[in-house]
């Protein structure tokens, strides 16, 4: 350097760092044997390694090994036995197969699996669909403007920038793309998690979420051509509420959602709780979408995985006796509402109930309808008398007359 650009060299300034000395890994003798699955000598063991240049010293149970300063992979326990077992030489460490103890998992007889709630939805012509938790925030706020989603601090794009309080954005958007693409007969559903603010606190909870549109049926001869409705899709979700042995105990409340069509929306609800929401995409939704009448459902999974444990009641060897009965009500009267006054007063000879016919037209005055139930009685021990099941139904219409205000059709 000096010969070609000239100058003097300045003074050399040697400085060292302070002597550290070498961090010491201990070894276990039981570890090594249990990881290479046979006995180990320990002179083999301490041959091994001061031949690597180790420091070996005996402790109870095993040694502390300073590894040289050159050897910086050796940190952790594991390395140790490695070269350990290296040395030893892997045609020495016999074959066995591995020792597992098999424990048969706790499976609650009352818990109803996700994947038969989604085997059942599969049967019923549906598909599933797996979509992305975070979506665009315009239509998450007309969808459920209620709730406040929370933001992404690193979006994708803007408009997956959102987490989602329910899943119907995602359902939604996939049935438009398959829409878009010449599709006219759609039925998804998806298990998935949305996520809300619960006094700030960020919360998940697992939901089953579904949307039906098109045809109700497939194209076929037998059948006539119609749009699938409300009733189809609520017929879907008893099935899962028969399939969680709760089986007539779903109520649909007439209820208002900012997604839903007005008068033809409910709330869900079992055992006093709400469960979910059903009902038909709202016109103006369906206008900003682009999309047709499509019919869309949304459960709480904590609730309708909650199965009821089948119990045995034995058959009853007596006869029993069935009443028809036709009552005219208001038109705001719900059927739910007559089934459970009459369950209250009917007690526990009521065997089977069924609202099996509702009737408007002719001969029944406007803004009221008919309904035509089946009340079946019978006794467990013995046979029950007519003049008995006539005390009950004599009991049965009073109570409607006085609850729902039920007139006998004449």
Known sequence: LVGIGGGNPGPITDVKGPRRASATVALRHARLERLVGCAVPAKTVERALTGLGMKVRRTAGGWRVAPPSYRFDIRIEPDLIEETVRLFGYSNVPARMPRI?????????????????????VDRDYQEVVTYSFVDPDLQKLIDPSNTPMMLANPISADMSVMRTTLWPSLLQALQYNRNRQLERVRLFETGRRYLSAEGEPTEEAVLAGVASGNAAAKQWGVVKREVDFYDVKGDVEALSALSGYWGEFRFLAANHPALHPGQSA????GGEQIGWMGVLHPSLQSRLDLGPAVLFELKLNLLA??????FTEVSRFPAIRRDLAIVVSEEISGHKVVEAIRGV??????????FDVYRGERIDSGRKSFTLTLTFQHSSRTLRE???????AQVIST???????????
């Open 346 to 355: 009917a007690g526990n000879l009521l065997v089977d109930l069924q609202l």
């Open 400 to 410: 409607l007359a006085g609850e729902v205000g039920a007139e006998l059709r004449r």
């Open 306 to 311: 909650q199965r009821r444990v089948p119990a």
């Open 267 to 270: 709330a869900i609800h079992v």
């Open 387 to 393: 003049a008995e099941v006539d005390a009950l139904m």
């Open 101 to 121: 103890s098999l424990v048969a998992p706790d499976v609650p007889e009352a818990r109803l699996e996700p994947r038969r709630l989604s085997a059942l939805l």
